[in-house]
């Protein structure tokens, strides 16, 4: 009989431990798509400014420039998409169309395109090279169509939109395969009868739409993630991924440049930033900035500004008249790539035993917060919005940079936070302050040797952090 009873009992703490178990926090605010999420964990992409500015020079071309200028000699996409990956990129967004109109694949309704080249005797197309080769490469393929045409004499009359439409139908109806982003800018000139254009914005994502359902749409409002407000390569130092962008549009109606450098707090819609910079001074190529290009330490400040800040870095390596990566950006790029595999390869907080103040109930330990699962994260009760999270290194560790994420498909809630470091004499240090987190953080302290390490945190909702991580860069002098 006593067998039984126990089989019972069991039986019983099963079942109360079946009924026991917490429901996540609810989402809070604005959240992100699938698709946004993903795109956020791509964290560094190359953009590839090439077209006729490559061979004239010009940042802006006049829509004037004869199309047998564009002639590449030794045009190899392969090679972007080798140099691009070898870099840690996961995606590479070329401009198809820039504000000079000319067209990198034969566009049916241009005349101003790859098919009035001699390049390839005007059978070839960029798009289609540059596809395929990031295809072989693993990486995925974004274009940036611009909405202005200096050359199109359609540009300034309502059949300019219809133009415009069937140009994003050709790009994205499938030929080039998926296309992951389309880069929308809010340019708008004058045309060549010295008009500018009423873009139709709602009818251009919703072609975008229609063919690519999952890409991201980039632009000063999104729909997918906005422009980071300048092109220095730095995102604000407090982020929300978050942006009010009623009443206005991209270009001239763009939201301030704080809210697009910072987001909004309590923004409602989940616009996040994406951080475009040239690895150059310029945007296209050009010989006399062959040693201009940044250095390896501005790179990893860039990186810290951006990625580290909740945004995604895009950074522009302009192809050269050849249509090559240039030898100088490639070596740099491969410079940054090595810093980066140092700098972050081993995490000094692995092996550490956290706890917490409060802790949401099975499921949610804090012990989520290290084991390296994406969609596994400590979270509190309902309610509670503030709590510390302590980590015992496994001994004493050097480090000066700190490392934080939020599981962000719930929404971003941190408002703020400190880091605090124990002392010889048991006493808790502050080491930094800061507001948000986002996706991921990266904080940079001073150098700092400890056994323990407590975070403190305010939200607006119950915390919901999925990653930490304590490293040592003896290679930059990035500080904030």
């Not at 995925?140 to 359609?154: A, C, I, L, T």
């Not at 740099?332 to 907080?349: H, S, T, W």
């Not at 302590?390 to 880091?419: C, H, M, W």
């Not at 953080?441 to 952090?465: D, M, Q, Y």
Request: glycine fraction near 10%; proline fraction near 6%; hydrophobic fraction near 35%.
């Amino acid at each position: 009989m006593r067998h039984y009873l126990d089989l019972a009992a069991v039986a019983g703490l099963l079942a109360l431990a079946g009924c026991g178990k917490v429901a996540p926090p609810e989402p809070y605010g604005a959240t992100p798509s699938p698709q946004q999420v993903e795109w956020q964990k791509m964290e560094m992409n190359m953009f590839a400014h090439f077209g006729p500015n490559t061979f004239t020079g010009l940042e802006w071309g006049l829509g004037t420039e004869a199309e047998d200028i564009f002639n590449p000699t030794a045009l190899d996409c392969g090679q972007w998409a080798k140099v691009a990956k070898a870099a840690g990129f996961k995606g590479i967004i070329i401009t198809g169309k820039h504000h000079d109109g000319f067209c990198l694949w034969p566009n049916p309704v241009s005349v101003h395109t790859v098919a009035q080249s001699p390049w390839k005797d005007g059978k070839g197309d960029v798009l289609k090279e540059l596809s395929d080769a990031c295809a072989t490469e693993g990486l995925k393929f974004g274009v940036y169509v611009s909405p202005w045409d200096r050359n199109d004499p359609h540009y300034g009359t309502p059949e300019y939109n219809d133009v415009y439409v069937k140009t994003l139908e050709s790009v994205h109806d499938g030929r080039y395969g998926t296309v992951f982003e389309q880069w929308f800018d809010g340019a708008n000139g004058e045309g060549p009868n010295g008009k500018k254009q009423v873009y139709d914005w709602p009818r251009f994502h919703e072609t975008v739409l229609k063919y690519q359902p999952q890409a991201i749409m980039f632009s000063d409002t999104g729909p997918g993630c906005r422009w980071v407000g300048n092109e220095s390569g730095v995102a604000g130092r407090t982020n929300w991924s978050t942006l009010n962008i009623k009443g206005f549009t991209p270009g001239a109606g763009a939201p301030p440049r704080e809210s697009l450098n910072c987001g909004d707090v309590h923004g409602a819609c989940w616009h996040p930033a994406e951080t475009d910079v040239s690895i150059r001074p310029g945007w296209f190529w050009r010989e006399s900035e062959n040693d201009k290009v940044k250095s390896l330490n501005q790179l990893l400040s860039i990186y810290y500004t951006s990625v580290g800040r909740n945004s995604l870095l895009l950074l522009n390596v302009p192809p050269d008249s050849r249509g090559l990566i240039h030898e100088a950006d490639a070596s740099r790029l491969m410079e940054f790539r090595k810093a980066l595999d140092e700098i972050f390869k081993d995490n000094l907080a692995d092996g550490a035993k956290v706890k917490a103040t409060d802790v949401r109930g099975r499921g949610f330990s804090a012990s989520n917060i290290m084991d390296g699962n994406y969609d596994s994260y400590w979270a509190t009760k309902d309610g509670i919005t503030e709590a510390s999270v302590t980590f015992d290194l496994a001994g004493e560790k050097t480090f000066n940079r700190v490392l934080l994420q939020e599981y962000i498909p719930l929404g971003q809630r941190v408002n703020s936070f400190t880091i605090e470091a124990e002392g010889p004499d048991g006493q808790w240090k502050e080491i930094a302050s800061e507001t948000t987190i986002g996706y991921k953080r990266i904080v940079p302290t001073e150098k700092v040797t400890t056994s323990r390490v407590r975070v403190n945190l305010v939200a607006f909702a119950p915390l919901t952090i999925n990653g930490f991580g304590l490293y040592m860069d003896n290679i930059s002098d990035y500080s904030e």
